[in-house]
């Protein structure tokens, strides 16, 4: 058994990119995606990095594919189909996935849109922030707010 090399990517806030869940071996940069379809939580991919292809084929819906693995932990990540699409195009599965976002690692499967602006980012956290903070303050002021239902002695 050989020594394993593995590619891996630029670890900087421009470069973003995809990784397996179990290992973290990087696989693909985002640009790379050119679909992703959010319902079925996959994308189709080309140019991945660090993966085993099945030799044995089975047949999903109509068409005939090759499992992808993890080359690291051997994870089962997706698949391609035969015949081989144009450009290596790949499926992966984006719950097997992480997502490098330039600052830190997040569940790939729950993003909306991958390559996110860092300032808009930040942006909607503060907004977020801001709501919880009022939603506790009218809680606050619920409890100071004394009606006629509430129990007040009269003598």
Not at 9 to 30: G, M, N, S
Not at 89 to 113: P, Y
Not at 125 to 139: S, T
């Amino acid at each position: 058994m050989g020594r394993l090399f593995l590619v891996e990517f630029d670890q900087t806030p421009e470069v973003h990119f995809y990784c397996c869940r179990t290992c973290q071996a990087h696989i693909v940069l985002a640009q790379h995606c050119f679909s992703r379809m959010e319902q079925l939580r996959e994308g189709f991919f080309t140019n991945v990095v660090n993966v085993v292809v099945d030799e044995h084929t089975r047949t999903e819906g109509f068409s005939q594919v090759e499992d992808i693995h993890c080359v690291r932990c051997n994870k089962p990540l997706g698949w391609r189909y035969i015949p081989a699409q144009p450009n290596g195009t790949v499926l992966l599965k984006l719950a097997h996935l992480l997502f490098w976002d330039g600052a830190r690692l997040l569940n790939a499967d729950t993003l909306l849109d991958p390559v996110v602006d860092q300032e808009n980012q930040e942006d909607h956290d503060q907004e977020n922030q801001e709501n919880q903070e009022d939603q506790g303050n009218q809680g606050e002021e619920d409890e100071d707010d004394q009606g006629p239902d509430d129990n007040v002695d009269i003598d």
